[in-house]
């Protein structure tokens, strides 16, 4: 069984990564956020440089729906060493898919299966695909993976469910044993090419899609890598702690390690206290209920108005558990 640590975009940028490797890893390959300018720009360029990054396999992800700044954004990773990149065509930003990228690019199918010939005829990398199964209805997906199906992806990411969900309500499953069926059994395409990806944040939750799906050997984490840094290691062993993370002085430490890698490593690169302050806020929703914190707890962190204030408040309600 392989596992795949998702791009998420916002979060997962190459300070994220290298922290996360440095202190839990154990996702066999990981995605980059989006790249989008045909010409990178310097966050995009020190987000992809091998030198910056400990992950590893590290595969890009292109957003586009032009062929000809695809291919040039992969023409500049191929110089970068890179030999495989990843389309996305799930974003569901409502300004993305306003401009026909990301899932958005799924409502104008015609379009898509050009912009498919076009790069899988010139791209001298691998591509793979990550795809939601349309964008209003389910009965989209149907044509969407006849489209697919023409080309030679590398693999295929399927997030079983539509754009206009977002990331509410429950992956539709059946879509996806529909392109099991397809795509192993009609054109005669490996399981090991397919993906799934969609609301893994636990064992259980695992167990349960290899219950209904027992051929699949990829999946997929984005999400619940960020809700439990410890997934990964978790699924690959049989047995798990069940203790929680501050009744654990070693996983505790631990924790605390990964947070202040974070920390520094964000105050090192971005102007002004502010932005350090929202960045670490933000993963504090991600992080609150892997940390075991309770309301007040949490309000604390939120109320700092300094990098100093952040510190000391962390560190009361981590490190005196300690």
């Not at 998702?6 to 890893?25: D, K, M, S, T, W």
């Not at 051929?215 to 203790?243: D, Q, W, Y």
């Not at 350090?276 to 700092?304: H, N, P, Q």
């Amino acid at each position: 069984m392989k596992y795949y640590f998702a791009p998420l975009e916002g979060v997962a940028g190459y300070i994220f990564r290298n922290a996360y490797v440095h202190h839990y890893g154990g996702a066999d390959a990981y995605f980059t956020p989006f790249l989008s300018n045909p010409v990178l720009s310097s966050k995009e360029r020190n987000d992809v440089l091998p030198e910056n990054n400990a992950a590893a396999p590290l595969i890009p992800q292109i957003l586009s729906n032009n062929a000809a700044y695809f291919l040039a954004i992969a023409a500049t990773l191929r110089e970068f060493g890179y030999d495989k990149v990843n389309l996305n065509l799930g974003c569901p930003s409502g300004t993305v898919v306003s401009k026909k990228r990301g899932a958005g690019f799924l409502s104008i199918p015609e379009k898509l299966d050009g912009f498919l010939y076009e790069i899988y005829s010139h791209c001298e990398l691998s591509v793979s695909l990550k795809t939601r199964i349309g964008m209003e209805s389910l009965e989209e997906w149907d044509g969407l993976i006849k489209i697919f199906a023409k080309y030679p992806f590398d693999e295929l990411i399927i997030h079983p469910r539509l754009r206009c969900e977002l990331y509410g309500g429950k992956v539709h499953r059946e879509s996806f044993k529909k392109a099991l069926d397809f795509f192993c059994e009609e054109c005669g395409i490996s399981t090991d090419r397919l993906v799934f990806n969609g609301d893994i944040c636990s064992r259980e939750d695992f167990f349960d899609l290899k219950e209904e799906f027992p051929e699949i050997s990829k999946v997929m984490i984005g999400r619940g890598a960020l809700k439990n840094p410890e997934i990964f290691k978790l699924l690959k062993h049989e047995k798990a702690s069940v203790t929680p993370l501050r009744n654990d002085g070693s996983r505790l430490s631990e924790f605390i390690a990964f947070h202040d890698e974070l920390f520094n490593a964000y105050t090192g690169i971005m102007f002004g206290e502010k932005p350090v302050l929202f960045k670490m806020k933000e993963l504090w929703s991600w992080f609150t209920d892997y940390a075991g914190l309770d309301l007040r707890e949490l309000k604390k962190i939120r109320k700092a108005g300094s990098l100093t204030d952040y510190s000391l408040a962390v560190k009361s309600v981590l490190q005196a558990k300690l």
